[in-house]
Nanobody, 124 residues
Framework: QVQLVESGGGLVQAGDSLRLSCAAS????????MGWFRQAPGKEREFVAK????????YGVDSVKGRFTISRDNAKNTAYLQMNSLKPEDTAVYYC?????????????????WGQGTQVTVSS
């Protein structure tokens, strides 16, 4: 069992930066791909980025490419999402998720564990 706790959200102005953290409990953090998703009011949840255990990463939302950076520290059991040049359209609840590398699921967007989410609000 893995528990995920996000932190670092808040209210910022357009152009500001935030760094979200996702602390994972349990063992074998390095066996999990870590993902970040977000859900804005009235919209479906969307995939933002993921990072494999050894650090390779990919981004799902074109609008965040070049502004957001996903990273992880396996020694600290923590994943991060550095968000720069924030825009009002980045306003959403951001969720951290973990998927075991051996997990077999039909979709690459299905994860084994989810955090409770952290609110990010960007004012114009």
């Amino acid at each position: 069992q893995v528990q995920l706790v996000e932190s670092g959200g808040g209210l910022v102005q357009a152009g500001d930066s935030l760094r979200l953290s996702c602390a994972a409990s349990g063992r074998s953090f390095s066996s999990y791909t870590m993902g970040w998703f977000r859900q804005a009011p009235g919209k479906e949840r969307e995939f933002v980025a993921k990072i494999w255990p050894r650090g390779e990463s990919t981004y799902g939302v074109d609008s965040v490419k070049g502004r957001f950076t996903i990273s992880r520290d396996n020694a600290k059991n923590t994943a991060y999402l550095q968000m720069n040049s924030l825009k009002p359209e980045d306003t959403a609840v951001y969720y951290c998720a973990a998927r075991n590398v051996l997990s077999i699921r039909p979709s690459p967007y299905e994860y084994d564990y989810w955090g409770q989410g952290t609110q990010v609000t960007v004012s114009s």
